[in-house]
């Protein structure tokens, strides 16, 4: 070691160095010892600094990125099903929804329909039933009407004969002659 | 003192800054290198607490460079070691760390290289070479030794496959450490030679000044080098460590 710091001091002579055998530092096997100990000490401590403290630290932030990045893409892909679940649960009530309000439809219609023909067919009825009591009127006057004849016609038939011959004839007579006529 | 600034040893040189106590017969000190080296553990450490001090969602720069850094090594660890390997994630980000910013500290002027020392370099080239040694043979006992007999050898060439094998698992801890060592030391004398040579010029006068300009661009270039070659270095000793460590973990590949 004693060498160490004079060849330091005595630069001027470095020509001269060669004398001491310890020209060539790296090689100066006095300084030895000191390097092998601080190399020891310093590298020893740094493999526990690095170890214990440093790398942990570093390792711990690499960490929370990696589990952050995938925490956020987790709830990310979370969401995305939530929302397609949503979706799909909204396409399925409004396809139901469709489904009701076309039944609806259907049902008001049907009922509509329905009462219209109940309605047409009572109608129909009424009407029919007119028609056939006009119908059986008409037929009542009709006979009533043509009653009215023979008994106008049979008392024409007496005026006529008792105009025409100043003869009575009876009742019966003119009946009888009048449906005879009317038999023709 | 002309000769002083083209020195390119000197800046090598260990300071003693105070004595501490012998031990062993050895004598032990507080020096230069001591100090750079607490420095780069200090910075290191500096540097990982206050980047994740706010925890950011979305980094900051100092954030940024920590988080990159870690990643960095985290990457290379797994992708050479595996997944059972990331226990030594710690060791292996601690000698990138160790060795970068030694090298990055270097490269300030008047800042001593502590990874310029070849006792610095080779000695955790042996750490990781006998931690390589320590993890095969405690997780595979005597198979681990088979890493120097590879399957589907004919007998009869097996010793010499052998033979070359170890020699290899032998050379690894001499190349990891002079790699290094040798890098850091040719480099800083290259600069410290084409500087030297700017001073020298100017100092000269007249035409020296035109003289400087040659030499000034390549100190500017060297240093651009240096820097890369500063981080290369550091990147090479973690991924080689990572490389033995497998064949501890998995020998028989």
């Given at each position: 070691m004693s060498n160490m710091a004079t060849t330091t001091e005595t630069t001027a002579t470095t020509e001269a160095e060669g004398g001491h055998g310890s020209a060539f530092p790296p090689l100066d096997a006095s300084t030895f010892p000191s390097q092998l100990l601080w190399l020891a000490i310093a590298f020893g401590l740094l493999y526990i600094l690095m170890s214990r403290v440093a790398l942990p630290r570093v390792a711990a932030v690499l960490e929370a990125r990696r589990g952050r990045i995938s925490g956020d893409l987790a709830r990310a892909k979370a969401l995305r099903d939530e929302t397609q679940a949503v979706i799909a649960d909204y396409e399925a009530k409004i396809a139901e929804a469709r489904k009701q309000a076309s039944g609806i439809a259907q049902g008001a219609r049907d009922t509509v329909t329905a009462q219209i023909d109940s309605e047409r067919a009572a109608i129909e009825q009424k009407l029919a039933k007119q028609v056939a009591d006009a119908e059986a009127r008409i037929t009542a006057s009709k006979q009533k009407a043509l009653a009215d004849i023979t008994s106008v016609a049979e008392t024409a038939a007496q005026d006529i004969v008792a105009s025409l011959t100043g003869g009575k004839v009876s009742a019966a007579d003119a009946a009888k002659a009048v449906a005879d006529a009317a038999k023709g | 003192m002309a000769a002083q600034t083209i020195d390119p040893i000197h800046q090598f040189q260990v300071h003693e800054y105070f004595s501490l106590p012998d031990m062993g017969g050895m004598s032990f000190a507080f020096t230069n290198s001591a100090l750079f080296m607490l420095a780069a553990v200090f910075l290191i450490t500096f540097t990982l607490v206050a980047g994740t001090a706010r925890r950011a969602l979305v980094p900051g720069r100092l954030q940024s460079v920590t988080e990159l850094w870690y990643e960095f090594i985290e990457k290379m660890v797994h992708q050479v070691l595996g997944h059972e390997g990331m226990k030594f994630f710690p060791l292996v980000f601690s000698l990138f760390s160790f060795v970068l910013m030694a090298n990055f500290l270097g490269m300030m002027p008047y800042f001593f290289t502590v990874t310029s020392h070849v006792i610095i370099t080779a000695t955790l080239a042996v750490m990781v070479i006998l931690i390589v040694l320590a993890v095969g043979i405690y997780k595979?006992?005597?198979?681990?030794?088979?890493l120097f007999v590879p399957s589907g050898v004919p007998i009869f060439i097996l010793p010499f496959i052998s033979l070359i094998e170890v020699i290899s698992f032998l050379s690894r801890p001499v190349s990891l450490g002079l790699r290094l060592f040798g890098n850091m030391l040719a480099g800083h004398i290259v600069l410290k030679v084409f500087s030297g040579f700017v001073a020298l010029m100017v100092a000269s006068g007249g035409i020296g000044y035109f003289g400087a300009i040659f030499p000034l661009g390549m100190a500017v270039a060297l240093t651009a080098l240096e820097f890369l070659v500063a981080f290369l270095q550091a990147f090479v000793f973690a991924i080689l460590t990572c490389v033995y460590l497998n064949d501890a973990l998995h020998p028989g590949h």
């Open positions: - | 595979h006992g005597l198979h681990f030794f088979k």
